[in-house]
């Protein structure tokens, strides 16, 4: 009997590692580092949606925001 093994990509600890390099404990400092991770993320997702790699942006939406469900949801098919 044969096992098929699939290669699942690991999910990224940017955000975890940027928080965990983090001395302060204030909760501005916590927020801003959150916020920037993030706005770093929509700015190169931004950037590659009318590219020729539009097709890992849309991944991206599709992973992080359920893009694939919208229409589902609306009411159409």
């Known amino acids: 009997m044969i096992k098929i093994i699939k290669i699942v990509s690991r ?6 590692e940027k928080l965990l390099k983090i001395h302060e404990s204030d909760e501005e400092t916590i927020t801003e580092v959150i916020n920037e991770h993030w706005r ?9 949606r009318y590219s020729e ?15 694939h469900l919208f229409e589902k949801e609306m009411g159409t098919s």
């Open 53 to 67: 790699y539009s097709a890992i942006a849309y991944k991206r939406l599709k992973n992080i925001l359920k893009y």
């Open 40 to 48: 770093e993320f929509w700015d190169e997702t931004e950037s590659i």
């Open 11 to 16: 999910k990224s600890n940017d955000l975890m």
